[in-house]
């Protein structure tokens, strides 16, 4: 382990934590209590190592970041072929919430769009609603190392303002892009991004994608590895909203953003990158978790397509191993 990680993601903290453009999220009551001061940074590594600044157990509501798992979900229970006539790949370049759907093959733009992801949760395998719930924090216990729990305050505001969300799944419905069981998929996708989640644990899980699928803390398997490289594209060019491409370019790095201000950006191989800090730009991602993953990105040589320089190598290895 390298004590000059915690240094380094240090003075990245000391450099934002004066950045306050960007406001809290107030589509509902609730999120619009947290403290817009709030900021975190945790790295998690494939050797199981994590480096946290900022109070890293302070928990928020994971919301969109529950995209790309519940995904692998979906293509673990029925496969990638069945859950492509489903939901397609394609980046919409729309806002999460948008009511776009791609009326051509019948299916919404893709999974990390609310439309998406709404139809990808009603994949989740079991019987029953209350088994629904329970496959689905499996699966998050799974990736995170330890039970999470769904915020009920949350949750009640979600689900008693979703109209728009409601309006998307009958739509899909009218389509018949989702089966006729509304309510219930909607309680279930409420309850998905009303999950409690800290820094610690974003990092953690997207150290098992960036680890093929094997948390690296606990050593259980989170996901196939086969699938890990579904989720990550997907993360790659869909994963922030409306504001995916600039981020592919700039960053370069698969990841997904929330609106509580998560933000987890996963480096395949070797390690995940997580930030907390609920100041949102217009496009609903975190301000300080963009520029702080800018910054690392060019740090370290982290961009997918890019060598990185001899001097960022240098720090990556000397930081991260
Ligand atoms: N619960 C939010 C919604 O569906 C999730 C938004 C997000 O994080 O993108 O409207």
């Avoid at 945790?42 to 157990?57: C, L, P, Q, R």
């Amino acid at each position: 382990m390298s004590g000059g990680a915690l240094a380094y993601l240090r003075r990245v903290h000391d450099a934002f934590r004066g950045l306050d453009d960007g406001v809290v999220a107030t589509y509902i009551p609730e999120l619009g209590k947290a403290d817009p001061d709030g900021f975190s940074i945790v790295v998690a590594t494939v050797e199981g190592d994590v480096f946290e600044v900022g109070n890293a157990a302070q928990r928020f509501t994971i919301q969109s970041i529950s995209k790309p798992f519940m995904f692998g979900a979906a293509l673990e229970a029925h496969g990638r072929e069945e859950v492509g006539r489903r939901v397609g790949v394609e980046p919409s370049g729309d806002a999460f919430n948008s009511i776009l759907l791609d009326e051509k093959s019948n299916r919404p733009y893709n999974p990390m769009v609310n439309a998406g992801a709404i139809a990808t949760t009603a994949m989740l395998p079991g019987a029953t609603r209350p088994e629904r719930g329970k496959a689905m924090l499996e699966l998050f216990r799974r990736y995170a190392g330890h039970s999470l729990t769904v915020d009920a305050a949350v949750y009640a505001s979600e689900s008693t303002t979703g109209h728009r969300n409601r309006a998307i799944s009958y739509l899909m419905l009218n389509f018949g892009m989702v089966p006729d069981r509304i309510e219930e998929i909607l309680e279930l996708y409420f309850a998905q991004c009303s999950t409690l989640v800290s820094c610690r644990d974003l990092a953690i899980m997207g150290a098992c994608l960036a680890n093929d699928g094997v948390n690296p803390v606990t050593g259980e398997r989170a996901i196939r590895q086969d699938y890990v490289r579904d989720l990550l594209s997907v993360m790659y060019t869909c994963g922030l909203y409306d504001f995916s491409g600039e981020w592919a370019y700039h960053v370069g790095l698969p990841a997904k953003s929330g609106v509580a201000g998560g933000l987890l950006a996963v480096v395949p191989g070797r390690m995940a990158i997580a930030v907390f800090s609920p100041r949102l730009d217009a496009r609903g991602n975190s301000v300080r978790g963009i520029a702080v993953c800018r910054r690392m990105a060019e740090d370290l040589g982290l961009h997918v397509f890019d060598r990185g320089t001899p001097a960022a190598i240098g720090r990556l290895m000397q930081f991260f191993r």
